[in-house]
C-alpha cells in the first residue's frame, strides 16, 4: 500500500486521498500490543543484545535509504 501511495502523485487527487484512507484505516486496526506482548519478548529472547544492535543498524540504513529516494 505504501508503495501505491509512493506512486501516486498529490495532483492525482482521488487516488492519492483514497490511498491515504486505507492506510489510515490499516494502522489504526493492527493490533500493535499483539506485538509488543507476544512477538518483542519471543525476539528477545531468540537474539543476543548484539545481534539485535545489528539488525536496529541494517533496519536504520534501509529506512534511510528508502526515504532518500
Request: net charge negative.
Amino acid at each position: 500500500m505504501l508503495r501505491k501511495l509512493n506512486s501516486t502523485l498529490p495532483a492525482d487527487n482521488g487516488k492519492f486521498k483514497t490511498a491515504l484512507c486505507v492506510i489510515k484505516e490499516l494502522l489504526e486496526h493492527h493490533p500493535f500490543h499483539d506485538e509488543e506482548e507476544n512477538l518483542f519478548p519471543q525476539i528477545k529472547e531468540a537474539f543476543t543484545e548484539e545481534e539485535l544492535n545489528d539488525m536496529g543498524k541494517h533496519l536504520d540504513e534501509y529506512k534511510e535509504k528508502l526515504t532518500a529516494k
